[in-house]
């Protein structure tokens, strides 16, 4: 019988899962975890690659793939991909997403936009009170405009204002 990941042993020395149930209930050989995880303080680049290399193991791989969640007092909690680590074709393409991964963090360009897109107007409209008909409008404007509406920790309210006002006049 192969062993479970050293990944998913650590998680359940921290968790108290109990893997060995966890594969026989799923009809696995052995657990393995990753290669990409989110909490709920993911930001949307990681959201995105766990996304996207989920959707493609689950596609190519059906049962022997799933996900996890657990409890955790810093994040409140994580979801890891779980598979089957009996089946070399599944550890096989869990490690090209890690290689792919290390050479480019970015699983997928379309899905990374436009869920960076979706949580800009999120961000508009939810912190800043931009309505939500106009939030893409304008984010557009800032985009097109090349406007650095942006410091390190985000969008900036001076920014919103101005692009909502530059965005009015243009309507």
Known sequence: MSSH????????????WDLDQWAADHEWAAVGLGP???HRDSEVLDQSNWHVVYGDLRDRFGDAVDWVRFGHWAV?????ISWDAGRPEVVAAVEDWRARLDDYPVA???????REW???????????????????????FAYSTGYDWRDGDGVTESAVAYCLMHHEEDA
């Open 76 to 80: 409140g909690w994580i979801e890891e």
């Open 5 to 16: 990941t050293d990944k998913a042993q650590a998680v359940a020395r921290e968790t108290g």
């Open 118 to 140: 979706e949580s800009l107007c999120e961000t508009l409209t939810n912190c800043y009170d931009v309505p939500a008909e106009v939030a893409s409008s304008v984010a557009s």
């Open 36 to 38: 990409v995880g989110i």
């Open 108 to 114: 997928d360009e379309t899905d990374y936009s436009e």
